[in-house]
């Protein structure tokens, strides 16, 4: 019999299990089987694998099973609370009908009567400021500026009437805004905006929760604060 053949047929098998195994950088559990045995079948019979090494290879099988294992067991158990914050979730999301909710958006829906509430955040002082109302096409229709305290860092909170520059009342609709500012050195840049309304609606979609908000659909992770009271505002 022609050991070394058999011995050079088994390396060029273990050779091709060690090169995909590379390309992947992830051994499978039947991956180190097969390479531990071809190991085994090519092994030099005249001086066989050392019984110390074979241990310690078969220790390390045990602890990628073992870890495999644990991994699979993870991913199932984050699957799970994953549901269950999602079931719980989407059975309290009904309660909230009818009440006042503060989301990150850059819409408005004016009803063509009531005042709309809109909001900014400012993560520092600024020297100037405007806020610019479009209409759902992007053309702008009103503009005011800012001053003393609502160009202060923090929060700020006023409605608009739901007039054009020239005091016109305009239809019901979606419109747009954005609150455009300036720092002492004239650089400009846009603060996050925010907007009010009562939760009309909860849909459930492929793409997550959307609650309805002034008609306005808003994802679920897009709600900052949800109150049972109105919310005060400036008037402008």
Same mark, same amino acid.
């Given at each position: 019999?022609?050991?070394?053949?058999?011995?050079?047929?088994?390396?060029?098998?273990?050779? &091709?299990?060690?090169?995909?195994?590379?390309?992947?950088?992830?051994?499978?559990?039947?991956?180190?089987?097969?390479?531990?045995?071809?190991?085994?079948?090519?092994?030099?019979?005249?001086?066989?694998?050392?019984?110390?090494?074979?241990?310690?290879?078969?220790?390390?099988?045990?602890?990628?099973?073992?870890?495999?294992?644990?991994?699979?067991?993870?991913?199932?158990? %984050?699957?799970?609370?994953?549901?269950?914050?999602?079931?719980?979730?989407?059975?309290?999301?009904?309660?909230?009908?009818?009440?006042?909710?503060?989301?990150?958006?850059?819409?408005?829906?004016?009803?063509?009567?009531?005042?709309?509430?809109?909001?900014?955040?400012?993560?520092?002082?600024?020297?100037?400021?405007?806020?610019?109302?479009?209409?759902?096409?992007?053309?702008?229709?009103?503009?005011?500026?800012?001053?003393?305290?609502?160009?202060?860092?923090?929060?700020?909170?006023?409605?608009?009437?739901?007039?054009?520059?020239?005091? &016109?009342?305009?239809?019901?609709?979606?419109?747009?805004?954005?609150?455009? %500012?300036?720092?002492?050195?004239?650089?400009?840049?846009?603060?996050?905006?925010?907007?009010?309304?009562?939760?009309?609606?909860?849909?459930?979609?492929?793409?997550?929760?959307?609650?309805?908000?002034?008609?306005?659909?808003?994802?679920?992770? &897009?709600?900052?604060?949800?109150?049972?009271?109105?919310?005060?505002?400036?008037?402008?």
């Amino acid at each position: 019999m022609n050991v070394s053949k058999i011995l050079g047929s088994s390396q060029d098998n273990a050779e &091709n299990i060690t090169n995909k195994t590379q390309k992947s950088n992830i051994v499978s559990q039947d991956e180190f089987l097969r390479l531990l045995t071809y190991q085994l079948k090519s092994q030099n019979p005249l001086n066989p694998l050392d019984n110390k090494e074979f241990a310690a290879q078969l220790a390390q099988f045990s602890q990628l099973e073992q870890l495999t294992s644990i991994k699979s067991l993870m991913q199932q158990q %984050v699957q799970s609370n994953l549901l269950l914050s999602q079931s719980i979730s989407n059975s309290a999301l009904p309660g909230l009908l009818g009440k006042t909710a503060k989301v990150i958006t850059n819409k408005l829906y004016f009803d063509g009567e009531k005042p709309v509430g809109l909001g900014y955040n400012l993560p520092y002082d600024v020297f100037s400021g405007e806020v610019v109302i479009k209409d759902s096409a992007g053309n702008e229709i009103n503009r005011f500026e800012l001053y003393e305290f609502d160009l202060k860092k923090g929060q700020h909170d006023l409605t608009w009437n739901g007039q054009d520059a020239e005091g &016109n009342n305009l239809p019901s609709g979606e419109y747009i805004f954005e609150v455009i %500012v300036k720092d002492k050195n004239g650089i400009e840049s846009k603060a996050e905006t925010h907007s009010y309304g009562k939760i009309q609606t909860v849909r459930f979609k492929n793409e997550g929760t959307m609650l309805v908000v002034n008609n306005i659909e808003i994802p679920l992770e &897009n709600i900052l604060d949800i109150s049972t009271e109105d919310i005060s505002f400036i008037d402008y």
